[in-house]
């Protein structure tokens, strides 16, 4: 074996050789796919790689499949031998890691912002430890998604429908409960009704930004222009500090979920009512409120079971349920 071909060889990830030898057994790239628990382009991805690292076609496109060539029959006995002991290798650290329990990794769950704080009293009970362990809460990024595939975490509970095949999508529901929040002395709580959107839309109105929910519009800017209704200005920020000072000094109106109202009834100076429920079906006419989704890895590779994802998603639920309704 020349040196060249020894340094590309070396190159040459883990993962690859696990997809030669799941195409030489399968015979086709769609059973390797799915057998890995892979994208189809990813397969297409690793066979190039191995064709230019063995200047080789290495698989024919047959009638019945993909046929190995001479030098993929060749190669298979040594790549064999190769990916079992890599299994041997991973075998041996489990092994090791069960033998030393006492050191438990956490569990690794991301949270869209904002739910965080009501996630941890839930999963801090002495009977969802008993269950889980130790749970690390990590703020939902950009890139939460990938570290989810990559093993870095382990669930997330996002906003975001996660647009991927290599990731189990689970829709939880919505918030359907929207709170009016604004300054106590505010001339909005002189009605002595339900107040009604029109009501609201005579107001500066102040918009949190949610992604996935809000971004480019929001759902009472909507209302207005298909009422033909005016908003005095409309505002946007993502930083509830900042929200919470606009309220007091700028006299806005704003809206709050359920999860959201055990923050802010607790801020001095604002006062919030539960918005009816006719007016709220009024306002998510055409838009749909936030809605929520469980991120997971496909079950053969997580390091929980199904009863302890269902005690998180039961705890989430819980968080939910004591003031709104979730709709499923």
Known sequence: ??????????????????????????????????????????????????????????????????????????????????TDAVHHLEQSALQLQHSASHVELPLHIAASNGLL??????????EVISELGQIRLHKWQDNSAELIHAGELDLGITQEPVETKELTITHLGSIASVYIVASKHHPLWESQFDITLEQICRHSFLCLEMKGFNARIDPLELFCQRQGLLLPSIERVIDREEWYAH????????FCSSIDMHTVKHMPGLKLVPLSVSELHRLHETIMPPQYFLIEKPRSHRRYNQTQCELVVRSWLTVLSSNSRVSQ
Do not use: W
Request: charged share 15%.
């Open 1 to 82: 074996m020349s040196n060249p071909l020894l340094k590309q060889i070396c190159e040459l990830d883990v993962f690859t050789l696990l997809v030669f030898k799941s195409i030489f057994d399968n015979g086709h790239a769609n059973s390797a796919a799915k057998a890995l628990n892979v994208s189809a382009p990813k397969i297409s991805r690793c066979l190039n790689a191995l064709r230019l690292t063995f200047n080789d076609e290495l698989f024919y496109r047959r009638q019945q499949g993909l046929k190995p060539t001479p030098l993929a029959e060749s190669l298979y006995v040594a790549i064999c031998q190769f």
């Open 117 to 126: 704080s009501f996630l941890a009293p839930q999963l801090s009970s002495p």
């Open 247 to 254: 309220l007091l000094t700028m006299q806005s109106v704003a």
